[in-house]
């Protein structure tokens, strides 16, 4: 059974809208992230979250936002989508921030159109 | 800010072949270094970890480190075609951040 649960696995939007990319992990883990994933980089770590507190945000922009609605949720909201934001979403987790291995979902493919 | 660049971007080797990728980070403070693979369509997954300066071998797969030259290495002995894959080299500095390279695309030819 996978471990980390990411929805939806594929989506479609028009430019401008809004999506939210669902993470849940059943690992008991304390750290959560995300990761971007592009031709342009191929593994590109956008935020990472400890006990449902932010601890590192490396997105730039502010239409990223994560949310933490429980230990083992991390969801990603996007607004005002562009076509740059196209890429593949993962979600991670470890026991505790920075240490130790991550397990990753199996991502969620965002296309922007 | 941790640089962690990866070479070769791209590797072919026959199958039974040895397979070397390396790594090298910019931080001496660095901790905690591992190497991940990802398979087309899947999520990254943890390979093996090292440490300590010096070799780690689980099975036909080897990391060297060198914590003074800055490098880390994964060496695939008897390389098989379900090798073929993404490799990451991911490396954890003192401030519990962690940074990946951007990959060495290994193909094994049968």
Not at chain 1, 77 to 96: G, V
Not at chain 2, 73 to 83: R, W
Request: hydrophobic letters at 30%.
């Amino acid at each position: 059974d996978p471990k980390i649960i990411q929805k939806p696995k594929y989506l479609v939007a028009v430019t401008g809208s809004e999506k939210i990319l669902i993470c849940e992990q059943y690992l008991g883990h304390n750290a959560m992230y995300w990761y971007r994933q592009s031709a342009k980089k191929p593994l590109e770590f956008m935020f990472s979250y400890s006990y449902q507190k932010l601890m590192d945000n490396q997105t730039a922009s502010s239409r990223f936002q994560p949310q933490s609605s429980k230990k083992n949720h991390l969801d990603l909201q996007i607004t005002a989508l562009k076509p740059d934001d196209s890429a593949t979403y993962f979600c991670a987790s470890s026991q505790d921030r920075g240490l130790g291995q991550l397990y990753f979902g199996e991502g969620s493919k965002l296309t922007v159109l | 800010q941790q640089k962690v660049q990866q070479s070769p971007e791209s590797l072919i080797v026959p199958e039974g072949g040895m397979a070397s990728l390396n790594c090298t980070f910019s931080d001496r403070n660095s901790q905690y270094f591992w190497w991940y693979r990802q398979h087309s369509g899947e999520g990254p997954k943890a390979l093996m970890s090292i440490f300590s300066n010096g070799d780690k071998k689980e099975g036909r797969f080897t990391a060297h480190l060198n914590k003074a030259s800055l490098h880390v290495s994964l060496h695939i002995k008897d390389s098989q075609p379900s090798d073929s894959a993404l490799y990451f080299c991911a490396v954890s500095n003192s401030n519990n951040r962690i940074f990946f390279g951007d990959g060495t695309q290994l193909v094994v030819k049968p």
